[in-house]
Protein backbone atom coordinates (compact mmCIF):
# COMPACT_ATOMS: atom_id res chain seq x y z
CA UNK A 1 0.00 0.00 0.00
CA UNK A 2 0.98 3.28 -0.46
CA UNK A 3 1.47 4.71 2.70
CA UNK A 4 3.92 6.98 4.35
CA UNK A 5 4.78 8.82 7.26
CA UNK A 6 3.41 11.80 6.15
CA UNK A 7 -0.17 9.78 6.31
CA UNK A 8 0.33 9.55 10.23
CA UNK A 9 -2.82 11.04 12.45
CA UNK A 10 -2.52 13.35 14.60
CA UNK A 11 -1.31 12.05 18.09
CA UNK A 12 -1.30 14.94 20.42
CA UNK A 13 -1.92 14.19 24.32
CA UNK A 14 -0.04 10.26 23.42
CA UNK A 15 2.81 9.46 24.84
CA UNK A 16 5.70 7.31 23.36
CA UNK A 17 8.30 5.47 24.49
CA UNK A 18 10.95 4.28 21.68
CA UNK A 19 14.15 2.38 22.65
CA UNK A 20 17.80 2.92 20.75
CA UNK A 21 16.19 5.96 19.21
CA UNK A 22 19.42 7.84 19.01
CA UNK A 23 20.09 6.56 15.73
CA UNK A 24 18.82 4.65 12.91
CA UNK A 25 15.32 3.56 12.45
CA UNK A 26 14.42 4.57 15.96
CA UNK A 27 15.49 7.96 15.31
CA UNK A 28 13.03 8.18 12.70
CA UNK A 29 10.24 6.77 14.78
CA UNK A 30 11.09 9.45 17.26
CA UNK A 31 11.04 12.09 14.40
CA UNK A 32 7.73 11.17 13.01
CA UNK A 33 5.67 10.69 16.05
CA UNK A 34 6.89 13.99 17.63
CA UNK A 35 5.85 15.87 14.52
CA UNK A 36 2.44 14.82 14.77
CA UNK A 37 2.56 16.17 18.51
CA UNK A 38 3.06 13.19 20.31
CA UNK A 39 5.59 13.50 23.44
CA UNK A 40 7.88 11.05 22.96
CA UNK A 41 11.02 9.56 25.51
CA UNK A 42 13.84 8.75 24.06
CA UNK A 43 14.92 5.58 25.33
CA UNK A 44 18.83 4.92 24.93
CA UNK A 45 21.75 4.13 26.43
CA UNK A 46 23.91 7.21 25.92
CA UNK A 47 22.38 9.93 26.79
CA UNK A 48 25.21 12.15 24.77
CA UNK A 49 23.94 10.74 21.86
CA UNK A 50 20.20 10.90 22.74
CA UNK A 51 20.88 15.10 23.32
CA UNK A 52 22.22 15.13 19.89
CA UNK A 53 19.19 13.54 18.35
CA UNK A 54 16.69 15.63 20.69
CA UNK A 55 18.48 18.59 18.83
CA UNK A 56 18.30 17.29 15.88
CA UNK A 57 14.66 16.40 15.90
CA UNK A 58 14.21 19.77 17.41
CA UNK A 59 15.54 21.54 14.52
CA UNK A 60 13.65 20.39 12.65
CA UNK A 61 10.17 20.57 14.80
CA UNK A 62 10.59 23.27 17.06
CA UNK A 63 8.85 22.78 19.78
CA UNK A 64 8.47 19.24 19.78
CA UNK A 65 7.73 17.35 23.15
CA UNK A 66 11.11 15.12 23.35
CA UNK A 67 12.27 13.67 27.04
CA UNK A 68 15.16 11.85 27.38
CA UNK A 69 15.73 8.97 29.58
CA UNK A 70 18.40 6.31 30.23
CA UNK A 71 18.05 2.53 28.99
CA UNK A 72 20.53 -0.13 28.63
CA UNK A 73 18.92 -3.06 27.67
CA UNK A 74 22.25 -5.36 28.38
CA UNK A 75 21.45 -4.51 31.68
CA UNK A 76 18.36 -5.52 34.08
CA UNK A 77 19.29 -3.43 36.74
CA UNK A 78 18.89 -0.56 34.18
CA UNK A 79 15.57 -1.43 32.93
CA UNK A 80 14.34 -1.72 36.06
CA UNK A 81 15.35 1.60 37.04
CA UNK A 82 14.49 2.91 33.71
CA UNK A 83 10.77 1.52 34.13
CA UNK A 84 10.19 2.82 37.47
CA UNK A 85 11.08 5.85 36.71
CA UNK A 86 8.80 6.47 33.73
CA UNK A 87 6.27 5.14 35.99
CA UNK A 88 6.86 7.25 38.83
CA UNK A 89 6.65 10.39 36.40
CA UNK A 90 3.92 9.52 34.12
CA UNK A 91 -0.03 8.24 34.05
CA UNK A 92 0.14 6.80 30.84
CA UNK A 93 1.92 5.26 27.92
CA UNK A 94 0.28 4.99 24.41
CA UNK A 95 3.04 3.77 22.23
CA UNK A 96 5.70 1.33 23.34
CA UNK A 97 8.47 0.70 20.99
CA UNK A 98 10.60 -2.44 21.42
CA UNK A 99 13.63 -1.08 18.65
CA UNK A 100 16.72 -1.36 20.04
CA UNK A 101 19.12 -4.01 18.87
CA UNK A 102 22.70 -5.15 18.22
CA UNK A 103 23.83 -7.22 15.22
CA UNK A 104 26.89 -9.56 14.54
CA UNK A 105 29.21 -7.32 17.86
CA UNK A 106 31.85 -9.70 18.41
CA UNK A 107 31.15 -12.64 21.28
CA UNK A 108 30.27 -10.69 24.59
CA UNK A 109 27.92 -11.20 27.29
CA UNK A 110 25.37 -8.31 28.50
CA UNK A 111 25.71 -7.46 32.16
CA UNK A 112 24.06 -10.41 33.47
CA UNK A 113 25.89 -12.44 31.55
CA UNK A 114 23.75 -13.23 28.73
CA UNK A 115 24.89 -13.27 24.96
CA UNK A 116 24.66 -10.15 24.22
CA UNK A 117 21.99 -10.26 20.90
CA UNK A 118 19.96 -12.23 22.47
CA UNK A 119 20.68 -10.68 25.62
CA UNK A 120 19.89 -7.20 24.60
CA UNK A 121 17.40 -7.71 21.34
CA UNK A 122 14.83 -10.03 23.28
CA UNK A 123 15.70 -10.65 26.82
CA UNK A 124 16.12 -6.89 27.06
CA UNK A 125 12.79 -6.11 25.54
CA UNK A 126 10.84 -8.73 27.41
CA UNK A 127 11.53 -7.49 30.86
CA UNK A 128 11.33 -3.76 29.58
CA UNK A 129 7.74 -4.64 28.18
CA UNK A 130 6.85 -6.47 31.32
CA UNK A 131 7.86 -3.97 33.72
CA UNK A 132 5.89 -1.88 31.89
CA UNK A 133 2.76 -3.17 31.21
CA UNK A 134 0.80 -2.08 34.08
CA UNK A 135 0.97 1.27 32.66
CA UNK A 136 -0.03 0.04 29.26
CA UNK A 137 -2.82 -0.91 30.80
CA UNK A 138 -4.12 1.67 32.53
CA UNK A 139 -4.00 3.68 28.60
CA UNK A 140 -6.84 2.93 26.07
CA UNK A 141 -6.08 1.46 23.36
CA UNK A 142 -2.38 1.63 24.02
CA UNK A 143 0.15 -0.90 21.77
CA UNK A 144 3.58 -2.29 21.92
CA UNK A 145 5.71 -2.76 18.90
CA UNK A 146 8.52 -4.99 18.56
CA UNK A 147 10.84 -4.72 15.60
CA UNK A 148 11.90 -8.18 14.34
CA UNK A 149 13.73 -8.59 10.91
CA UNK A 150 13.46 -10.76 7.93
CA UNK A 151 16.33 -12.68 9.40
CA UNK A 152 13.96 -14.52 11.34
CA UNK A 153 13.49 -16.88 9.16
CA UNK A 154 16.94 -18.85 9.27
CA UNK A 155 16.67 -18.50 13.10
CA UNK A 156 16.27 -21.27 15.55
CA UNK A 157 16.03 -20.84 19.08
CA UNK A 158 18.67 -23.13 20.74
CA UNK A 159 17.46 -23.83 24.18
CA UNK A 160 19.65 -25.96 25.21
CA UNK A 161 22.75 -23.36 24.00
CA UNK A 162 21.20 -20.03 24.50
CA UNK A 163 23.89 -18.60 25.01
CA UNK A 164 26.50 -20.07 23.25
CA UNK A 165 28.48 -21.74 25.99
CA UNK A 166 28.34 -25.15 24.00
CA UNK A 167 28.86 -24.60 20.45
CA UNK A 168 31.48 -22.37 18.70
CA UNK A 169 30.15 -19.17 18.18
CA UNK A 170 28.51 -18.11 15.13
CA UNK A 171 27.43 -14.18 16.02
CA UNK A 172 25.27 -14.80 12.20
CA UNK A 173 23.17 -17.13 14.01
CA UNK A 174 22.65 -16.10 17.51
CA UNK A 175 21.58 -12.45 15.52
CA UNK A 176 18.67 -14.22 13.93
CA UNK A 177 17.91 -16.21 17.32
CA UNK A 178 17.27 -13.00 18.93
CA UNK A 179 15.04 -11.59 16.17
CA UNK A 180 12.55 -15.35 15.78
CA UNK A 181 12.63 -14.20 19.51
CA UNK A 182 11.21 -10.78 19.34
CA UNK A 183 8.60 -12.08 16.59
CA UNK A 184 8.04 -15.14 18.80
CA UNK A 185 7.34 -12.88 21.68
CA UNK A 186 5.38 -10.28 19.94
CA UNK A 187 2.56 -13.41 18.56
CA UNK A 188 2.89 -14.61 22.44
CA UNK A 189 2.48 -11.89 24.21
CA UNK A 190 -0.84 -11.15 21.79
CA UNK A 191 -2.15 -14.23 22.35
CA UNK A 192 -1.53 -13.90 26.01
CA UNK A 193 -3.53 -10.07 26.30
CA UNK A 194 -5.96 -11.75 24.30
CA UNK A 195 -7.09 -14.50 26.77
CA UNK A 196 -6.76 -12.34 29.72
CA UNK A 197 -9.47 -9.67 27.90
CA UNK A 198 -6.69 -6.91 27.94
CA UNK A 199 -6.69 -3.41 26.01
CA UNK A 200 -3.75 -4.02 24.73
CA UNK A 201 -2.33 -4.46 21.40
CA UNK A 202 1.02 -6.60 20.71
CA UNK A 203 2.37 -6.17 17.05
CA UNK A 204 5.24 -7.15 15.31
CA UNK A 205 7.04 -5.27 12.30
CA UNK A 206 10.59 -4.81 10.50
CA UNK A 207 12.14 -2.60 8.43
CA UNK A 208 13.57 -4.63 5.48
CA UNK A 209 17.04 -3.89 5.03
CA UNK A 210 18.18 -0.03 5.86
CA UNK A 211 21.25 1.78 5.81
CA UNK A 212 21.75 2.39 9.47
CA UNK A 213 24.49 2.00 12.00
CA UNK A 214 23.11 -1.35 12.66
CA UNK A 215 26.13 -2.83 10.10
CA UNK A 216 28.96 -1.04 12.13
CA UNK A 217 30.57 -4.31 12.92
CA UNK A 218 30.46 -4.87 9.17
CA UNK A 219 32.57 -3.37 6.30
CA UNK A 220 31.04 -5.60 3.75
CA UNK A 221 27.41 -4.75 4.93
CA UNK A 222 28.46 -1.39 5.03
CA UNK A 223 29.39 -1.54 1.51
CA UNK A 224 26.12 -3.07 0.21
CA UNK A 225 24.07 -0.30 2.50
CA UNK A 226 25.37 1.98 -0.48
CA UNK A 227 23.38 -0.28 -3.32
CA UNK A 228 20.86 -2.31 -1.55
CA UNK A 229 19.23 -0.85 1.65
CA UNK A 230 16.46 1.87 2.08
CA UNK A 231 17.43 4.80 3.70
CA UNK A 232 16.26 4.35 7.67
CA UNK A 233 13.71 6.84 7.19
CA UNK A 234 12.03 4.19 4.78
CA UNK A 235 12.64 1.71 7.23
CA UNK A 236 10.90 3.48 10.05
CA UNK A 237 7.66 3.33 7.88
CA UNK A 238 6.15 -0.11 8.68
CA UNK A 239 6.72 0.01 12.62
CA UNK A 240 4.85 3.72 12.38
CA UNK A 241 2.55 2.12 10.74
CA UNK A 242 1.65 -0.89 13.39
CA UNK A 243 2.07 1.91 16.29
CA UNK A 244 -0.22 4.17 14.65
CA UNK A 245 -2.80 2.89 12.03
CA UNK A 246 -6.26 1.13 12.76
CA UNK A 247 -5.41 -1.01 10.35
CA UNK A 248 -2.69 -2.36 11.71
CA UNK A 249 -4.56 -4.51 14.32
CA UNK A 250 -5.35 -6.94 11.24
CA UNK A 251 -2.32 -8.44 10.86
CA UNK A 252 0.70 -8.83 13.46
CA UNK A 253 3.50 -8.55 11.47
CA UNK A 254 4.73 -5.26 9.15
CA UNK A 255 7.06 -4.77 6.87
CA UNK A 256 8.02 -3.74 3.29
CA UNK A 257 6.28 -5.89 0.76
CA UNK A 258 8.94 -5.66 -2.32
CA UNK A 259 11.65 -7.91 -3.24
CA UNK A 260 12.67 -10.54 -0.68
CA UNK A 261 10.54 -8.10 1.54
CA UNK A 262 14.31 -6.34 1.76
CA UNK A 263 12.83 -3.17 0.30
CA UNK A 264 9.48 -1.34 -0.59
CA UNK A 265 5.80 -0.20 0.09
CA UNK A 266 4.52 -1.18 3.82
CA UNK A 267 2.30 -3.84 3.60
CA UNK A 268 1.19 -7.36 5.37
CA UNK A 269 5.00 -9.19 6.17
CA UNK A 270 5.39 -13.02 6.15
CA UNK A 271 6.07 -14.85 9.47
CA UNK A 272 7.83 -17.94 9.33
CA UNK A 273 5.44 -20.57 10.34
CA UNK A 274 8.67 -21.87 13.43
CA UNK A 275 7.81 -18.03 15.01
CA UNK A 276 3.77 -19.56 14.97
CA UNK A 277 4.65 -22.64 16.89
CA UNK A 278 2.72 -21.95 20.20
CA UNK A 279 5.11 -24.58 22.39
CA UNK A 280 8.17 -22.79 21.39
CA UNK A 281 6.65 -19.75 22.29
CA UNK A 282 5.48 -20.73 25.72
CA UNK A 283 8.90 -22.32 26.31
CA UNK A 284 10.62 -19.08 25.22
CA UNK A 285 8.24 -17.47 27.60
CA UNK A 286 9.09 -19.36 30.83
CA UNK A 287 12.94 -19.19 29.65
CA UNK A 288 12.52 -15.22 29.35
CA UNK A 289 10.52 -14.93 32.89
CA UNK A 290 13.76 -16.96 34.31
CA UNK A 291 16.26 -15.65 33.13
CA UNK A 292 15.15 -11.86 33.97
CA UNK A 293 12.90 -12.71 36.75
CA UNK A 294 10.17 -10.62 35.08
CA UNK A 295 6.99 -12.36 35.61
CA UNK A 296 3.80 -11.54 33.81
CA UNK A 297 0.38 -13.10 31.69
CA UNK A 298 1.57 -16.62 33.27
N1 LIG B 1 18.83 -1.77 9.52
C1 LIG B 1 18.31 -2.90 9.06
O1 LIG B 1 18.45 -3.25 7.87
C2 LIG B 1 17.51 -3.79 9.95
C3 LIG B 1 16.95 -4.94 9.39
C4 LIG B 1 16.18 -5.75 10.19
C5 LIG B 1 15.95 -5.44 11.50
N2 LIG B 1 16.52 -4.32 12.03
C6 LIG B 1 16.25 -4.03 13.45
O2 LIG B 1 15.92 -2.67 13.62
C7 LIG B 1 16.23 -2.26 14.95
C8 LIG B 1 16.96 -0.93 14.93
O3 LIG B 1 18.18 -1.10 14.26
P1 LIG B 1 18.84 -0.01 13.32
O4 LIG B 1 18.99 -0.62 11.99
O5 LIG B 1 18.20 1.30 13.46
O6 LIG B 1 20.31 0.01 13.98
P2 LIG B 1 21.17 1.17 14.66
O7 LIG B 1 21.23 2.35 13.77
O8 LIG B 1 22.46 0.52 15.06
O9 LIG B 1 20.32 1.53 15.95
C9 LIG B 1 20.25 0.63 17.02
C10 LIG B 1 19.88 1.39 18.27
O10 LIG B 1 19.85 0.46 19.35
C11 LIG B 1 20.62 1.00 20.41
N3 LIG B 1 21.14 -0.03 21.31
C12 LIG B 1 22.02 -1.00 21.06
N4 LIG B 1 22.30 -1.69 22.19
C13 LIG B 1 21.56 -1.12 23.17
C14 LIG B 1 21.42 -1.34 24.55
N5 LIG B 1 22.13 -2.28 25.20
N6 LIG B 1 20.56 -0.56 25.26
C15 LIG B 1 19.87 0.42 24.65
N7 LIG B 1 19.98 0.70 23.35
C16 LIG B 1 20.82 -0.06 22.62
C17 LIG B 1 21.74 1.75 19.70
O11 LIG B 1 22.38 2.63 20.62
P3 LIG B 1 23.89 3.17 20.31
O12 LIG B 1 23.77 4.16 19.20
O13 LIG B 1 24.30 3.75 21.61
O14 LIG B 1 24.69 1.97 19.91
C18 LIG B 1 20.91 2.45 18.64
O15 LIG B 1 20.25 3.55 19.20
C19 LIG B 1 17.02 -3.41 15.55
O16 LIG B 1 16.18 -4.16 16.39
C20 LIG B 1 17.43 -4.25 14.35
O17 LIG B 1 17.62 -5.60 14.67
C21 LIG B 1 17.28 -3.47 11.29
Redesign the pocket.
Known amino acids: MAWDEGMIGNQENKIAVV????????FHMARALASKGAEVLLA???IE?AEDARRRILEDFPGSLLRISE????DLSSIQDFSQRFSEENSRLDILIN?????IPPKSRTKDGFELQFG??HL?HFALTGRLLPILEETQGSRIVT?S???HNPGIIDFDDLHGERKRYNKWAFYSQS?IANLTFSLELSRRLEAVGSGVSAIAS?????A???Q?HSLFWRFLNLFL?MP?RR?AEATLYAATESDALEHPYWGPTGFIEMRGRTGRARINPKALDEETARRLWEVSEGLTGVRYLS
Open positions: TGSNTGIGCRSKLDLANAGVMTNGVSIAKHPGYSTDLRAAG
